[in-house]
C-alpha cells in the first residue's frame, strides 16, 4: 500500500471524525495565535508541546498557574450562535486568577471539545481565545481540539484553559499582608461575567434573548455574552501598592472575598457603594431572588477587589480605570460583614 500525505481514514471519518476539518481549523486559526505572540514565545502553533522562555531579570522567580473554563455561558452561545467572545472569557477566568497572586501572565493553552468540527466556528472560538490574550499582554502557545461525536451534540462543545505567570517571590500577594485599618478597592466587571449562568439561565427560561430591553440598552443576549473584564493591564502598573486581591467569581461576595483576608481580620463592605448594573436588578426581580443570595452568586458589578494601606488609596485609585473605595478592613472573627 502506498501512503500519501493526504491519506485518511474512511473508517475514522465514517465514526463521525473528521480529520480534514481538524487540519482546515488550524490553518484558520494561525492568524489569531500570531496575534499573541511576545518575547519568549519558541516554536510555532502545532507542535506537540509549546514553549515559552522565562524573561530576562528574574532573580528568584515563581510561577503560578490557573486553569478554568466558560462553564453554562456557553449555551447562550450556542442559542446566538455567537461564538468569537467565550474565548476571552476562558483567558479571563484564568489569568485573573493569576493576577491575584501577582503575577504576570506569559503563556496561555487552550482545549476545544466539539461534537463535530466545523472549522470556521473553531476558529471563531480560537479567535476570542487571542482577544483574550491580547488584553492580558500574554501569548496562545498552544491548544487541542478534539472531536468528539456522540459525547457532545453536534452544534455544541466545551471550553476549558490553562494560564501560566511569572512573580518574584518576595513580590507575592498573600493575605498574610493584610492589617486593620487596611482599604477595600472595588473596580467594576463588564456585567456578569461566566459566573452563576445555571442560575441566569433557569431564571430566563423561555426568554427571548434577542428581545431589546429599554433597562439593559441592548437586547439580553448581548448582556449575557459580554466578556468577562480582563484586569491583568489595569492592576499590573500599581501591583507593588497592593496587598492582596480577591477575584469576585462563583461565590460571589461571600466565597471569593475571604480568601484574601487573613484569621481574625473582617472586610466590611460597604454595599452602597457597590456600583451594580442594571442585568443584576433584572435577574433579581425576574427571579424573586433575595438580594443578600445574589452575593452568594454573582459579583453584583465588582469584579475584582484589591486591598491596599491607606497611604496608597489615592495612587491606586489614579492607576486603575473605575476603581472606587467600597470598604475598609477591621478586627473581627467573620472575615466578610456586608452593610
Known sequence: MTFTKNTVSKSYADSGVNVQAGYDAVKLMREHVERTNIPGVMGNIGGFGGMFELPPGLHNPVLVSGTDGVGTKLKIAFTLNRHNTVGI?????????????????????????????????????????????????????????????????????????????????????SPLNVKAGDIVIALPSSGVHSNGFSLVRKVFAGHDLNTYTNELGRTLGEELLTPTRIYVRDVLPVISRVKSIAHITGGGFYENIPRAIPDGLTAKIELAKIHTPAIFDLIMRTGSIERDEMYHVFNMGAGMMLVVSCDDVDDVLRGVKGAYVCGEIVSGQEKILLS
Open 89 to 173: 472569557d476562558c483567558v479571563a477566568m484564568c489569568v485573573n486568577d493569576v493576577l491575584c497572586c501577582g503575577a504576570r501572565p506569559l503563556f496561555f493553552l487552550d482545549y476545544v471539545a466539539v461534537g463535530k468540527n466545523y472549522p470556521e466556528k473553531v476558529a471563531a472560538i480560537v479567535a476570542g481565545v487571542a482577544e483574550g490574550c491580547v488584553q492580558s499582554g500574554c501569548a496562545l502557545i498552544g491548544g487541542e481540539t478534539a472531536e468528539m461525536p456522540g459525547f457532545y451534540p453536534e452544534d455544541e462543545y466545551d471550553i476549558a484553559g490553562f494560564c501560566v505567570g511569572v512573580v518574584e517571590r518576595e513580590k507575592i500577594l
